[in-house]
């Protein structure tokens, strides 16, 4: 079993940035496909990135992609979020999520949640 702790989230500016940071502890981290979700104000928990577990093939979900990069350190057990050029519509509440098997953009899918971080962009 391994658990998950985010961090780095805050109130920016649009076009600002921020660096979301989460770390595993727990389990074989370098076996885990990850991913980021987050979940606005009554909507539904979406699919941000994905990584697989050795970190050579990433996805996006299309409103992200060219902003966000998703990357992970195996050997120090985080996977990160950093997002530049933010805009409103990105403020919610995200999180890191972690499964075996194979990627997934299905956040059901996932195993294992942080308790989630939240994401502010005034206009």
């Known amino acids: 079993q391994v658990h998950l702790a985010e961090s780095g989230g805050g109130l920016v500016q649009a076009g600002g940035s921020l660096r979301l940071s989460c770390a595993a502890s727990?389990?074989?981290?370098?076996?885990?496909?990850m991913g980021w979700f987050r979940q606005a104000p009554g909507k539904e928990r979406e699919f941000v990135a994905t990584?697989?577990?050795?970190?050579?093939?990433?996805t996006y979900t299309d409103s992200v992609k060219g902003r966000f990069t998703i990357s992970r350190d195996n050997a120090k057990k985080t996977v990160t979020l950093q997002m530049n050029s933010l805009k409103p519509e990105d403020t919610a509440v995200y999180y890191c999520?972690?499964?075996?098997?194979?990627?997934?953009?299905?956040?059901?899918?996932?195993?294992?949640w942080g308790q989630g971080t939240q994401v502010t962009v005034s206009s």
């Open positions: 999520a972690a499964r075996k098997v194979t990627s997934s953009t299905d956040p059901t899918a996932y195993d294992y």
């Open positions: 990584i697989t577990w050795g970190g050579l093939i990433t």
């Open positions: 727990g389990g074989t981290f370098s076996s885990y496909y």
